[in-house]
């Protein structure tokens, strides 16, 4: 093209277009495949199926399987363990279809691990009252993804655009129509359009500093939907984990807890017995629910106080206590955790073995996401959202670890289901009605890739998750809540400011990263938005001075962020209520009590 | 003064450059420093410009294998402390594949091959999911776990001479992935895959010069799957032989 002229844009057809091949986007393929093998599938992601970050998932993928477990126990928990933000009638589906999936996956290959009769085994985790994680290992999600990978090949239905980079969403008739993309190889807009469009994009972690997440975890699919108008709900709700390794936050998996490693300070004392988690529990007989198998949250917050108090240790990488695992012995160690064992030698130098492990909380899961109804369905007819991109009503304000993965089974399925349903009614828009939206759109892609500012990509980036972690972390302070605020709003004018330096359309990361970070920019916005107009405190959103207190009477109830010119809308949903009124969430000896008849 | 460590980075730009060139960068020291921080230090303060692949930087996600030193490695997974005191580090893209730009192979061949190789589960008699997991003990399960570690980073096709000279043989990870399958006790594909096992892109292709397996990050040990996969190869062979000197010609 030469200057000036409209960008040159490939148009493409397809019935369904699924942006994201990790576990949701795969399970959403195949399930579309299945419904109606007429259907033209094509599968669109930045990065090859198989790097997608479902693979970085290690402990488990919970499912009801023993005979003394039930769902009204899964149901419960994780009710609770969401501290009631949960849409009841999400759950009860949810919990109803998680072994099926498991055990779908286990036909398609997924080398779940077994007790010695050859039946399934599962692990204690986090928040859960019976053991209900599947796990294959310690890297069950990478398992996952590899087996719905090489499944879908099975599929001639299926095709796929790797390293296409979603760009926009496109709408005709106040609908969905289609999606445009750079074709990462040599800087090809591309336009598909599709009678049904599934994002399935992962999370955001990348907006904070220190996080579990690959570098492409940057919300791409939240900000295209956000940007069309659809509302990101409970976006105030991010998950620390408590087990990351200190500088790189790489994630060691809560199944080094659910196989019964213990947590210890500075004094070798195992504080979790201060934050209603105990009593203490003996060494090597990890206890459901009981310190160590506490929630997510609990955890996280506990070693902010310990931390506070000056009794985390002091690292090289920074502050941090001890996961020990040293009592396992070598040989469980190796069975259960091998991955763990190698992270730790490999990033930190430590022999589990032989040595505790240090670790400290990172930003980690993103609870929040495009709103969804149950069906996934989004409120752009022909959008749908499913995975960590989507806020579909699971996990209300703490995600219980294991219930992710089986989430991308269980709503996959249906996403893919539903979107064969819409496109089996008849066929896409025909391109040539895109093609303008289309090429406004390149234009404006085309200009940032020339862009000449004076503003530096890294420096915004390190900003803005300096800013995050500051005010959206895991204890919220009203002050710097208000400057994060702030600080995005600025960041977001000098993005417009932006400088880059690679002209190029080969693979220009320069180029895809200045995108990325456009995306990222929307997301921490509307987390920081939606933290500062939620006065309570409740789940992973704790403000212990302003607002220390759940509040039910204000809020319980979603919240919804809209995008407009300045700040964004804030509005408000109400929680789908069926049969567990809420309560106050206990755990250790307090939750024991609570549930004797 | 801080320590730093010169870093040669092989460069590639399609648009301007003739052929690859290297530029050096000055990285500052660190113990904990990978590779790929280097390089991901080198772009956000010295080089925009460079472009390489990665994502997980805890040697799950497959993205970011090169050649490091002249040897296939994840990036993510190998330190500068490991070069302290050496002459020189050199970081270039994965041998064997085509270069698309600085450090990203063009991996679609290597692709392709693991999708030729059916790698799913093969059942001649499809349960439904209602009736349960298929039993598999543990020691079943042993039989094919490492083969089944497998990242995709392609290190061992930079490493195999016979996919060098013949980028149409299936290679290691693929061979690979096709014995995992075949040696699950719930699969029943192993006559189907056998068709390109047998073929000349498949098992009798290779040289057996083991360095495929020599720099496995994940110790998937291709050669020993390959290996195999030749002796049932043969056994596949000596029965058909029989069946048809028998007068079975079912091959």
């Excluded at chain 1, 090949?153 to 289609?178: H, N, Q, V």
């Excluded at chain 2, 990203?104 to 693991?114: N, P, R, Y």
Aim: with cysteine.
């Amino acid at each position: 093209m030469n200057a000036g002229d409209a960008p040159d844009i490939r148009a493409l057809q397809a019935d369904i277009v699924i942006v994201g091949g990790g576990g949701a986007g795969l399970r959403a393929a195949i399930a579309a495949a299945e419904a109606n093998p007429q259907l033209d599938i094509l599968l669109l992601s930045k990065v090859y199926p198989m790097r997608s970050h479902t693979v970085a998932a290690e402990g488990g993928c919970a499912g009801v399987i023993q005979l003394h477990d039930s769902l009204d126990a899964h149901f419960d928990d994780t009710v609770s363990g969401g501290d009631w933000l949960c849409d009841q009638d999400v759950v009860d589906y949810f919990v109803h279809h998680a072994t099926e999936e498991n055990l779908r996956l286990e036909h398609w290959g997924c080398p779940w691990s077994r007790k010695a009769d050859g039946s399934i085994n599962v692990r204690a985790f986090g928040g859960m009252k019976i053991e209900r994680t599947w796990f294959a290992a310690d890297k069950t999600g990478f398992h996952i993804l590899h087996t719905l990978f090489q499944t879908s090949l099975k599929y001639p239905s299926i095709r796929r655009c790797d390293e296409y980079f979603c760009t926009d969403l496109l709408l005709e008739d106040g609908a969905c129509a289609g999606v445009q993309a750079i074709d990462m190889r040599n800087g090809t807009h591309t336009l598909i359009a599709a009678s049904a469009v599934i994002l399935a994009t992962g999370g955001a972690a990348r907006v904070y500093r220190y996080n579990t997440n690959g570098g492409i975890v940057t919300g791409d699919g939240m900000a295209l939907a956000y940007r069309q108008g659809v509302a990101l709900r409970d976006m105030e709700f991010v998950q620390y984990h408590p087990t990351g390794l200190p500088g790189s936050g790489i994630l060691i998996t809560e199944a080094a807890r659910g196989e019964g490693g213990v947590l210890t300070n500075s004094d070798g004392y195992r504080y979790l017995q201060d934050y209603g988690l105990g009593p203490e529990t003996p060494l090597g007989e990890a206890c459901n629910k009981y310190m160590e198998l506490g929630p997510r949250d609990r955890l996280s917050q506990a070693f902010w106080h310990e931390a506070k108090a000056g009794r985390a240790l002091a690292t090289s990488r920074g502050e941090a206590v001890n996961l020990d695992l040293r009592h396992l012995g070598e040989a469980r160690i190796n069975e259960r955790l091998p991955f763990i064992r190698d992270l730790a030698r490999t990033y930190v130098n430590v022999d589990a073995v032989h040595e505790p492990i240090p670790v400290r909380p990172t930003a980690h899961y993103t609870m929040g996401g495009i709103q969804t109804d149950r069906h996934t369905a989004t409120a752009l007819p022909g959008l749908f959202a499913v995975g960590e991109c989507a806020s579909v009503g699971l996990h209300g304000a703490n995600r219980l670890g294991s219930n992710s993965l089986a989430e991308l089974s269980v709503f996959g399925r249906v996403a893919g289901e539903q979107a064969a349903a819409r496109a089996s009614q008849g066929p896409a828009v025909d391109p040539r009605r895109l093609l303008a939206r289309a090429q406004d759109n390149a234009a404006g892609w085309e200009s940032l890739r020339e862009a000449r500012g004076g503003e530096h990509l890294a420096t915004i980036r390190d900003e803005m998750a300096r800013a995050m972690e500051d005010g959206a972390g895991i204890f919220r302070l009203p002050g710097q809540m208000q400057q994060t605020c702030a600080k995005i709003a600025e960041l977001k004018g000098r993005y417009r400011e932006l400088g880059l330096v690679d002209r190029s359309r080969v693979f220009n990361t320069e180029w895809l990263n200045a995108i990325e970070l456009g995306n990222l920019l929307d997301v921490a916005e509307a987390m920081a938005h939606a933290a500062l107009a939620r006065k309570e405190s409740r789940g992973s959103h704790q403000r212990i001075e302003d607002f220390p207190e759940r509040d039910d009477a204000q809020f319980l109830r979603h919240s919804l962020v809209y995008r407009a010119a300045d700040t964004p809308r804030l509005d408000w949903q109400d929680v789908v209520i069926t049969r567990s009124q809420p309560a106050e969430r206990h755990y250790g000896a307090a939750g024991q009590q609570e549930s004797k008849p | 003064m801080t320590e730093t460590v010169t870093v040669r980075v092989q460069r590639y730009r399609p648009e301007e450059d003739q052929e690859p060139w290297a530029q050096s960068f000055e990285v500052p020291y660190s113990e904990d420093l990978s590779i790929l921080d280097a390089l991901n230090q080198i772009k956000d303060q010295q080089d925009p410009t460079l472009s390489h692949r990665w994502s997980c930087r805890m040697a799950i996600c497959g993205s970011c294998g090169v050649m490091i030193n002249g040897e296939p490695r994840l990036a993510c997974k190998t330190f500068l402390r490991d070069y302290r005191g050496k002459d020189a580090l050199e970081v270039r893209a994965l041998d064997n594949f085509p270069i698309e730009r600085d450090l990203v192979s063009d991996i679609s061949g290597f692709i392709d091959h693991l999708e030729t190789v059916q790698p799913w589960l093969i059942r001649s008699d499809e349960q439904p999911v209602s009736a349960g997991a298929y039993r598999q003990t543990p020691e079943q399960m042993q039989r094919y776990a490492a083969f089944s570690q497998c990242i995709n980073c392609g290190l061992c096709y930079a490493a195999c001479p016979q996919f060098g000279r013949d980028p149409a043989f299936l290679g290691p990870a693929a061979l690979t992935l096709a014995q995992r399958y075949n040696l699950d006790s719930r699969d029943e594909g192993a006559s189907q895959r056998m068709n390109w096992l047998n073929a000349e892109a498949g098992v009798w292709s290779c040289t057996f010069v083991g360095y495929c397996s020599q720099v496995c990050p994940k110790d998937v040990d291709p050669a020993a799957a390959i290996n195999q996969g030749k002796v049932a190869s043969d056994i596949n062979y000596a029965v058909n032989l029989f069946n048809i000197l028998r007068g079975k010609d079912d091959a």
